[in-house]
């Protein structure tokens, strides 16, 4: 019976290309996961990389949202109703720069929620008061700090300097991101560990902001309970 030996060079291509796939899947040097996800939206930039794409989020299930379950809250943008809205997966295609206590780091936006938690981001557009955004940013910290059973980290981006020099740990926005993500004054996104966005809050007043850390409390609690 010589089927086995015939059937090796098949099943030693099926192990090959298993292994490859899970070399690629796994990396975990930021510079190599960079320029397989470049190689990727390359790919998928094209007319038949379209189609490719939209069968590959189909069967992996990355093209869900959860915009209509129980799971997340807040709103999406009025004023940019293309912006990432709650149960929106995270776009994975935007860099920010970390704060100089962190020597101005180059990191995917998206890369931040890589964790175990959810993942508090706080984003400060063109019309973000520097004060404020600073006191709003600890006051967001001290109660992710306070509710680690839930919350990983808590970042701040935004896009005037100036705002980074009333704190180390804010970081710089890219007018691009600010566009996508619809924001004109201080926006609050968490992030869920699985990606996808689990609360989104602001823009749309003064009054609205001072109430993120009630919001996020009321998110805390809802996560605490499983709904």
Known sequence: ??????????????????????????????????ARDKVLRSVFASVLGTRKKASVMSKTELNVEYGASSIVSGRSSFKHPDAPAPGARMPNTHTVRLGPDDGWKSTPLHGLAFCCGHTVLLLGGPDADGPNFVQLYKAVSDLVAAEAGVFEAAFAFATDPSITSLSGKIGLLESSTVDAFGVDGIVMLVVRPDGFIG????????????????????YSSKILRGL
């Open 1 to 34: 019976d010589n089927y086995g030996e015939e059937r090796r060079p098949f099943a030693q291509m099926i192990l090959k290309s298993g292994e490859n796939s899970e070399k690629v899947t796994t990396m975990k040097c930021p510079q190599q996961r960079a």
């Open 199 to 218: 609360l989104r809050e602001g823009d749309a007043d003064g009054e609205a902001e001072k109430a993120f850390p009630e919001q996020l409390s009321k």
